[in-house]
């Protein structure tokens, strides 16, 4: 255990190490990592469950004082208007539906519904069907969304990080099975697996809805769409229409499929964002590091134009080491520098480069030289051989 963390830590930050100890299987593979991993999804999902179950009996404590006391206000105007103008009790109950159905008795919060408005807040769906009434409940849905909406997107980056591990294995086993050769699972593979399975979430929901509300097919699948992408316009909003007269042991398990609906669909979409999230991280860091190479290199072969005499504008300066340099072999960055230093500092292939004109001037430096040495020798000569005649015909005379 010792190796295994400094080593996973170099391979995720693609940093050099002094621990050059190569990554087995079975340090990535290691079952201890995977149950703790396991295990704090599940703790997360369990707070997150446990944090919507307070607040939905909070919101349903402070919202249902108001109801009781306008419900009594109400019944004792109610009798006394009865009593008032002598109506029969048939009468007096169309009235009293009539009014009913007007005012915010009707809209009794009941803990299912605060336990539906809770997951719409954390979920940042907001729909908009249900409004807060009183200050205090208002108070506390700013301080509740503060805590609980970090907590949620965190269980739910965990929840679908483990769904992508389990789709993996999925995969990977169905390509063995299938005697394919290459077994290893893509993030395009696994993206384009999410995809499909929210796809069938949402006809699978569209259904569903289309038979418990009074919706076609499309519109409960464009309810599942703005739903599940957390837009939340509220023209759609389930559990409103058909079931608010009825009680909840009636429609509990529509109560559920849309709590199932709501959990399972964010999971996935999720873990799909956070693929996709990946893949264009990955893109755009590749691009910068190859525009910081063209850029280096640009600046290693730039050159500068001092009257006659054309000089390089990095002489006498290091050249960085790039990480992809820093992979390289010794051979293969001096390959890779002489490459660079022999670039034509004009545009057109016409002229010769730099390395090949700087020879050129060598040999006919050379060659002057031997010329001046040559010529040196002969007027060496002619002068020793004039000198000589003149000694000769000097001596000639005297004698």
């Known amino acids: 255990m010792g190796k295994t963390a400094p080593s996973i830590k170099a391979a995720a930050g693609k940093t050099p190490t002094n621990d050059t100890t190569p990554i087995t299987s079975g340090e990535l593979n290691d079952p201890f990592q995977v149950q703790k991993k396991n295990i704090r999804t599940a703790a997360l999902i369990v707070c997150t469950f446990t944090y919507l179950i307070i607040g939905a009996c909070v919101f349903d404590a402070l919202e249902d004082a108001p109801f009781t006391d306008r419900k009594h206000r109400l019944e004792r105007k109610f009798a006394q208007f009865k009593h008032d103008h002598n109506m029969t009790n048939e009468t007096f109950r169309q009235l009293s539906d009539l009014i009913m159905n007007k005012t915010i008795v009707r809209h009794k919060w009941k803990f299912y519904d605060s336990f539906y408005f809770s997951t719409v807040v954390l979920a940042l769906i907001?729909?908009?069907?249900?409004?807060?009434?009183?200050?205090?409940?208002?108070?506390?849905?700013?301080?509740?969304?503060?805590?609980?909406?970090?907590?949620?997107?965190?269980?739910?980056?965990?929840?679908?990080?483990?769904?992508?591990?389990?789709?993996?294995?999925?995969?990977?086993?169905?390509?063995?099975?299938?005697?394919?050769?290459?077994?290893?699972?893509?993030?395009?593979?696994?993206?384009?697996?999410?995809?499909?399975?929210?796809?069938?979430?949402?006809?699978?929901?569209?259904?569903?809805?289309?038979?418990?509300?009074?919706?076609?097919?499309?519109?409960?699948?464009?309810?599942?769409?703005?739903?599940?992408?957390?837009?939340?316009?509220?023209?759609?909003?389930?559990?409103?229409?058909?079931?608010?007269?009825?009680?909840?042991?009636?429609?509990?398990?529509?109560?559920?499929?849309?709590?199932?609906?709501?959990?399972l669909g964010l999971t996935v979409l999720a873990s799909s964002m956070n693929l996709l999230v990946i893949r264009i991280v990955a893109f755009y860091s590749q691009e910068r590091l190859l525009e910081k190479l063209r850029q280096e290199e640009a600046a290693n072969q730039a050159v500068l134009l001092k009257g006659d005499v054309i000089c390089s504008t990095n002489t006498g300066k290091q050249r960085s080491t790039t990480p992809v340099m820093a992979e390289m072999t010794v051979n293969q960055q001096q390959q890779l520098l002489l490459n660079s230093s022999q670039t034509s500092v004009c545009s057109c292939t016409c002229m010769e480069t730099f390395s090949e004109w700087r020879q050129t001037r060598r040999k006919r430096a050379k060659w002057k030289k031997q010329q001046r040495n040559g010529l040196n020798k002969s007027m060496k000569k002619s002068e020793s051989t004039s000198s000589l005649n003149r000694m000769y015909a000097i001596r000639r005379s005297s004698v």
């Open 126 to 263: 907001g729909y908009g069907h249900r409004q807060l009434i009183t200050s205090r409940g208002k108070i506390f849905c700013i301080f509740y969304a503060m805590l609980g909406i970090p907590m949620w997107l965190i269980t739910f980056q965990s929840t679908g990080e483990r769904l992508n591990s389990l789709l993996s294995y999925v995969l990977a086993r169905l390509k063995h099975s299938l005697h394919m050769k290459q077994t290893k699972i893509t993030d395009g593979e696994l993206l384009i697996t999410e995809s499909l399975l929210s796809i069938v979430i949402l006809v699978i929901g569209a259904f569903v809805f289309s038979k418990y509300e009074p919706w076609s097919f499309f519109e409960s699948f464009y309810y599942g769409f703005i739903t599940l992408t957390t837009i939340g316009f509220g023209d759609y909003v389930v559990l409103l229409n058909n079931h608010r007269d009825k009680d909840f042991i009636y429609h509990a398990e529509y109560f559920f499929f849309c709590m199932a609906f709501i959990f």
